[in-house]
């Protein structure tokens, strides 16, 4: 862009980034690309075999052991020994406790699903959340959506519904099960509803933000350590942790702990919107991820079907952003 001074020399002015533009442009990528790569993760560590043979109930019981202890890093990196004993609050504990729990099953329908269908249709499935948000918002406090926003949610259906079946009609590399499909809509159903609560347990509680994490992080880890015991040690055959191999140790760390460290810090420097859209996006990228490293087939159709499901969430997210501009 070029202007004229007041001594009439013409100047260019070039483009400027602040700091946290830029920040806020490497978490975008970061988040994006962490979303998509996390079911492709999940589905690696399986390694050659069909099903897991590490249990399911035991990464998510490390991952989140782990983010316990993260959280009360940071309580006391960030208010000392003050902040780390508000982390052992017996209140809190039991206020984010119900949470944590339905987080955890949350988990555990998102890692079972992989069993049966694969990473990119999984993902495909999530973006429903945005029907699913729209129901329980009408439903809850009577948000309604203009009859744009309803057309464009119908579309991300079709969009949805193509990629599953066109998928499985091809026989890409892809794999399909009614059962899976169920995992995969529950698990949506289950974020979703526990998304409303968390958000009224943060604006509520007064304790800062460590604290809360890691309260929130200590009854996870103890749900997931309850459905270890009992999925795997009394109804299982009593080996609590499966076969673990070096592709479980880079799920943990890769998949789930870096997962709710860049999901913190991305609503931390970016808003809901873009939060929505860059799992639009993480729908195409795992996709390639499928493509390129899990032996899945290039298949014009099912892209094709990825790519309307894409443009109907970023429409429908950009919908509601003008919306809510007009109302300002």
Request: proline share 2%; with cysteine.
């Given at each position: 862009?070029?202007?004229?001074?007041?001594?009439?020399?013409?100047?260019?002015?070039?483009?400027?980034?602040?700091?946290?533009?830029?920040?806020?442009?490497?978490?975008?990528?970061?988040?994006?690309?962490?979303r998509?790569c996390?079911?492709?993760?999940?589905?690696?560590?399986?390694?050659?075999?069909?099903?897991?043979?590490?249990?399911?109930?035991?990464?998510?019981?490390?991952a989140q052991?782990?983010?316990?202890?993260?959280?009360?890093?940071l309580?006391?990196?960030?208010?000392?020994?003050?902040?780390?004993?508000?982390?052992?609050?017996?209140?809190?504990?039991?206020?984010?406790?119900?949470?944590?729990?339905?987080?955890?099953m949350?988990?555990?329908?998102?890692?079972e699903?992989?069993?049966?269908?694969?990473?990119?249709?999984y993902?495909?499935?999530?973006q429903?959340?945005?029907?699913?948000?729209?129901?329980?918002?009408w439903?809850?406090?009577?948000?309604?959506?203009?009859?744009?926003?309803?057309?464009?949610?119908?579309?991300?259906t079709?969009?949805?519904?193509?990629?599953?079946?066109?998928?499985?009609?091809?026989?890409?590399?892809?794999?399909?099960?009614?059962?899976?499909?169920?995992?995969?809509i529950?698990?949506?159903?289950?974020?979703?509803?526990?998304a409303?609560?968390?958000?009224?347990?943060?604006?509520t509680?007064?304790s800062?933000?460590?604290?809360?994490?890691?309260?929130?992080?200590?009854?996870?880890?103890?749900?997931?350590?309850?459905?270890?015991?009992?999925?795997?040690?009394?109804?299982?055959?009593?080996?609590?942790?499966?076969?673990?191999?070096w592709?479980?140790?880079v799920?943990?760390f890769?998949?789930?702990?870096?997962?709710?460290?860049?999901?913190?810090?991305?609503?931390?420097?970016?808003?809901?919107?873009?939060?929505?859209?860059?799992e639009?996006?993480?729908?195409?990228?795992?996709?390639?991820?499928?493509?390129a490293?899990?032996g899945?087939?290039?298949?014009?159709?099912?892209?094709?079907?990825?790519?309307?499901?894409?443009?109907?969430?970023?429409?429908?997210?950009?919908?509601?952003?003008?919306?809510?501009?007009?109302?300002?």
């Amino acid at each position: 862009q070029a202007c004229r001074s007041s001594t009439g020399v013409v100047e260019v002015l070039h483009p400027h980034f602040d700091g946290q533009e830029m920040s806020a442009a490497a978490a975008f990528f970061a988040v994006t690309t962490q979303r998509a790569c996390h079911n492709a993760f999940i589905e690696w560590a399986k390694g050659d075999s069909a099903r897991a043979e590490y249990t399911v109930s035991s990464v998510i019981f490390v991952a989140q052991l782990c983010c316990v202890f993260m959280g009360w890093f940071l309580a006391h990196q960030s208010g000392g020994q003050k902040d780390l004993k508000k982390c052992f609050d017996i209140p809190t504990l039991k206020k984010f406790s119900v949470i944590g729990f339905i987080y955890a099953m949350g988990d555990i329908f998102e890692m079972e699903s992989v069993n049966y269908i694969d990473s990119s249709t999984y993902t495909v499935l999530s973006q429903s959340k945005l029907i699913v948000t729209a129901l329980l918002m009408w439903g809850i406090d009577g948000t309604k959506q203009n009859l744009m926003q309803w057309f464009i949610l119908f579309t991300t259906t079709a969009g949805m519904v193509e990629y599953v079946l066109v998928g499985k009609a091809s026989s890409g590399g892809m794999t399909f099960s009614p059962f899976g499909v169920f995992l995969a809509i529950t698990k949506v159903f289950i974020s979703c509803f526990v998304a409303v609560l968390n958000q009224k347990a943060l604006k509520t509680d007064k304790s800062p933000f460590p604290v809360q994490f890691s309260c929130l992080k200590v009854s996870w880890a103890l749900a997931s350590f309850g459905y270890m015991i009992v999925k795997d040690g009394i109804f299982g055959g009593g080996n609590l942790f499966g076969v673990w191999t070096w592709r479980t140790g880079v799920l943990v760390f890769f998949g789930f702990i870096l997962k709710t460290f860049f999901n913190q810090y991305l609503l931390k420097v970016l808003d809901a919107i873009w939060k929505n859209i860059s799992e639009a996006i993480g729908v195409l990228l795992v996709y390639f991820v499928k493509v390129a490293l899990l032996g899945g087939t290039f298949i014009p159709a099912v892209f094709n079907a990825a790519i309307i499901v894409i443009l109907a969430c970023i429409s429908y997210v950009l919908s509601k952003q003008a919306a809510s501009a007009k109302k300002e």
